[in-house]
């Protein structure tokens, strides 16, 4: 519990550093995301009361914003690029396999909380179309076979 | 700053950091020591080169050596044969497959022969993380001359002279809407720049961010002292990490140099940049929408009039411009508006980026004068559709945009030709589509996209564009009927008529342009439940051919059991239990399994 209290002073800071400046909610919201990894409800109402506007209006952002999301997420997530570039040269028959290999639909997290799976918007890496992401790492010319092996890389 | 005999560029753009260039400068600095040239050769990590397909890339000056898909184990032999002993390492020069392999320089390259670098001049030659590179190619020259030398007023005509249009893709007139918010009532103005580069496929602006961040803030301060405006933001896409810091590097770098902040080259002007971050929606690369969210609601748009100029951020008079629209403008100021008009058409005067991908040689990024055609960047410096496939499209615009067929393959690339065939320029993706690639899929993949990205506040567009996909989802199943397609056009007029934003306006555009240039390929879907591009798997069944010979590899990867057949005989599939995932396909190594 020690760990949430530091999370919420963590967040209180935040807003109080942005409490004045134009336009606060959502780089609070981003922030408070960074901090808990997703923004359950308790913490919705914390910004709402900090930031002085409704609970429907951090809801009504939380929930329009594809960035925001009201669950936590797997341990690792992929996002495999669904932009146009990605599409023509066959992203769809990769996440059909990773839907497949981790048993889960696009959006789903796996039982075992390893992993998150999400169909995402153009990552800007067209070059090397089809991409995904893992985390933070971009994987790229990635075809149904490679797969498994990127999986066993965070797997371990 | 420290003087080297040779430099050695690696790309640190999004493409070539995912092939993993962050490994090969460690590896560079490493070797250079090693060899103790650390004092002579210099290791620069530059933005996007454009040729993401050859990445990781990396270029050696003086000479111009251009390194290709470089391996870290690559690294130790450039370093002890080309800076050590000055030979070329060959095997590592880029060529491509139709070229000679002579080419050893990047000016030999295709790719770039034919290329007009204006907005990415700098990206792939500075270092972006120094301000100084950028102050040494002429940067902030422009601004130090407008705010010494030129009244307000005349920063502005000379932007009306050069004839630039907005580089988002509306290609409205920049010096005409930098005078509207000049003109318009009031104190406190902002400048905003959109970076919420949300078309699929297109990747300009985040190259220009990464590469040249500098030559945007330049020229947002210039906006800034033509409008009457102190203060400015950058809204940018969170799926972009890189671009973030290197801007939030520039923004400190320029605040050091007292050229942003209070006081701007010790003249009474003020001017200083936020970054807000997008948390992914693509409406809000719309400008009333953008604005709405950095206000910090859901990012929804709003109606115009009144417009940006009047009532803008935060209800106040705001001019909003592209990131690459922005690029171009330091340089018009340098060299002045009969110098930009020398570039490109008289209706459309300069140059375009381009995110060039899907079925083509060469992806990546290119900048070509206005007015080149289509053919150009396709075969010369694309070089053209991989594995000898046919052409068949080219999609530009985004979802707003339409596809070009071969038919009109020679158009010349402007704001108004490509109207006028249905597409539109967009923002400056450029998907390169060959004959394995479905149509109405295609316009199906698009009006999924918009119908995801839709807002929701106004009617037509998040009614009218899930009716539109309804339909094209019956078409690609096997399920379309008679009169389908004039359903699909008066949805597609009335959304257009009456959606409240340009993104709802334009979304039935892909179907539209489709329908217009590929009706056959829609009828055969409808009539003959046949998919001709063979893509759309309920239209389609797997046949084995008598290139078969029996290894039983497909019977073994079925996961249904739909393959019979005896060890070293001809298989067979059994239709009605095929759930058609291939897997045999990509078992099979004597290519005896087709889709018919």
Request: charge should be negative; include cysteine.
């Amino acid at each position: 519990m020690a760990d949430k209290q530091a999370q919420l002073e963590k967040l209180r800071q935040v807003i109080r550093e942005h409490k004045d400046t134009p336009g606060p909610l959502m780089p609070v919201m981003q922030a408070a995301q960074n901090i808990f990894g997703y923004l359950p409800e308790d913490v919705q109402i914390e910004i709402a009361e900090g930031l002085g506007v409704t609970l429907s209006e951090v809801y009504g952002v939380a929930t329009f914003y594809s960035q925001f999301t009201l669950e936590p997420k797997g341990e690792h997530v992929i996002s495999v690029c669904m932009g146009t570039a990605c599409y023509v040269k066959g992203a769809q028959a990769v996440l059909d396999k990773l839907a497949d290999s981790l048993g889960i639909q696009p959006g789903g997290t796996t039982r075992d909380g390893k992993f998150t799976l999400l169909a995402t918007r153009c990552l800007g890496a067209c070059g090397l179309a089809p991409v995904l992401m893992v985390d933070d790492q971009v994987h790229g010319r990635v075809t149904p076979e490679s797969v498994p092996a990127i999986l066993a890389i965070y797997e371990g | 700053m420290k003087f080297y005999r040779s430099h050695i560029l690696v790309c640190g753009g999004t493409g070539c950091s995912s092939s993993g260039a962050g490994a090969l400068i460690d590896r560079f600095n490493e070797q250079l020591k090693l060899h103790a040239l650390d004092q002579e050769v210099g290791v620069v990590k530059t933005g996007c080169f454009g040729l993401c397909e050859a990445g990781p890339v990396v270029i050696v000056y003086p000479e111009g050596t251009f390194y290709s898909r470089v391996r870290p184990e690559d690294v130790d032999l450039i370093v002890s044969e080309h800076m050590l002993k000055g030979r070329i390492v060959r095997k590592l020069v880029y060529h491509h497959e139709t070229e000679e392999p002579a080419g050893q320089s990047l000016n030999d390259v295709e790719f770039y022969k034919h290329q007009t670098r204006l907005a990415l001049r700098n990206c792939g030659v500075i270092d972006p993380e120094q301000i100084d590179e950028y102050i040494a190619f002429d940067g902030y020259k422009a601004l130090a001359r407008a705010l010494t030398e030129m009244s307000p007023q005349q920063v502005i005509d000379v932007l009306k002279e050069s004839g630039l249009r907005g580089r988002g893709g509306g290609g409205f007139p920049t010096g005409l809407k930098w005078q509207f918010c000049r003109n318009s009532p009031g104190e406190k103005k902002y400048v905003i720049c959109n970076a919420d580069e949300g078309d699929p496929g297109a990747f300009m602006d985040r190259s220009v961010l990464e590469g040249d961040p500098n030559a945007v803030l330049e020229a947002m301060a210039l906006c800034g002292y033509a409008i009457g405006s102190d203060e400015g933001y950058i809204y940018v896409r969170a799926e972009y990490p890189i671009a973030v810091r290197r801007l939030e590097i520039a923004i400190r770098q320029a605040r050091e140099y007292g050229l942003l902040g209070n006081g701007i080259l010790g003249t009474e002007f003020n001017f200083d940049i936020h970054i807000r971050l997008g948390a992914g929606a693509f409406v809000c690369g719309e400008e009333t929408a953008l604005m709405t969210s950095i206000e910090g609601h859901r990012g929804e748009p709003n109606p115009k009039p009144p417009f940006p100029a009047q009532q803008g951020l935060f209800g106040l008079p705001s001019n909003i411009n592209n990131v690459e629209t922005f690029a171009n403008i330091p340089q018009i100021l340098l060299n002045g508006a009969d110098w930009f008009r020398s570039m490109g058409t008289r209706r459309s005067p300069g140059t375009k980026v381009f995110a060039l991908g899907g079925k083509i040689n060469n992806t990546g990024l290119v900048e070509v004068a206005m007015g080149t055609p289509l053919r150009k960047v396709i075969y010369d410096i694309g070089g053209g559709i991989p594995k000898g496939k046919r052409f068949k499209a080219v999609q530009t615009g985004g979802p707003s945009g339409g596809c070009i067929p071969e038919s009109l393959i020679d158009v010349p690339i402007e704001y108004d030709s490509l109207i006028e065939i249905g597409s539109m320029m967009g923002s400056g993706g450029m998907i390169v589509m060959d004959e394995d690639n479905c149509m109405v899929d295609i316009a199906r993949f698009f009006l999924e996209f918009t119908v995801d990205e839709s807002c929701g506040k106004c009617t037509p567009c998040r009614v009218g564009t899930r009716r539109m996909l309804e339909i094209l989802d019956r078409i690609v199943s096997g399920k379309g009927e008679e009169g389908d397609l004039e359903q699909l056009e008066i949805l597609a007029e009335s959304i257009n008529d009456t959606a409240l934003c340009g993104l709802g306006q334009t979304a039935p555009n892909p179907v539209l342009s489709t329908i217009k240039y590929f009706r056959e390929e829609y009828e055969a879907h409808i009539r003959d439940k046949r998919c001709p591009a063979r893509h759309c798997k309920e239209l389609l069944h797997l046949e084995i051919t008598d290139k078969c010979r029996g290894c039983t590899a497909c019977f073994r990867v079925c996961p249904v059991g739909a393959i019979t057949g005896q060890p070293r005989a001809r298989h067979a599939i059994d239709t009605s239990k095929c759930i058609k995932c291939e897997s045999c396909i990509e078992k099979c190594h004597f290519g005896a399994i087709i889709k018919v």
